[in-house]
């Protein structure tokens, strides 16, 4: 059974950096791409950005577009979300997530994500 764990959230300044990660057991993610997504109170789930399982294709939400960065490690069956000059309204809960099925490139919709991490808090204040 595939599982996937989200850690590197935290408390941060604006204008601060985190590096998130998302480490999956039970399967390889060589072949299926991943989502980086966020909700916070009371708002809808937001898909801010995906890679390909290739890793030649990544897409980011425009309000996060030159601030964040997707990356993955193969060895590591990791992920990664560089997350730069943090803003009060980045705080959330930040999840990843993969689909069940290949796909060449990456969506950020979550409706086409099957498998989800639990988690992880990111509190961006002065």
């Known amino acids: 059974q595939l599982q996937l764990v989200e850690s590197g959230g935290g408390l941060v300044q604006p204008g601060g950096s985190l590096r998130l990660s998302c480490t999956a057991s039970?399967?390889?993610?060589?072949?299926?791409?991943i989502g980086w997504f966020r909700q916070a109170p009371g708002k809808e789930r937001e898909g801010v950005s995906c890679?390909?399982?290739?890793?030649?294709?990544?897409n980011h939400a425009d309000s996060v577009k030159g601030r964040f960065t997707i990356s993955r490690d193969s060895a590591k069956n990791t992920v990664y979300l560089q997350i730069n000059s943090l803003k009060p309204e980045d705080t959330a809960v930040y999840y990843c997530?993969?689909?069940?099925?290949?796909?060449?490139?990456?969506?950020?919709?979550?409706?086409?994500?099957?498998?989800w991490g639990q988690g992880t808090q990111v509190t961006v204040s002065s």
């Open positions: 997530a993969t689909p069940n099925v290949r796909m060449a490139m990456c969506v950020r919709d979550p409706y086409n994500y099957d498998y």
């Open positions: 039970g399967r390889s993610l060589d072949f299926y791409a």
């Open positions: 890679i390909s399982a290739s890793g030649n294709y990544i």
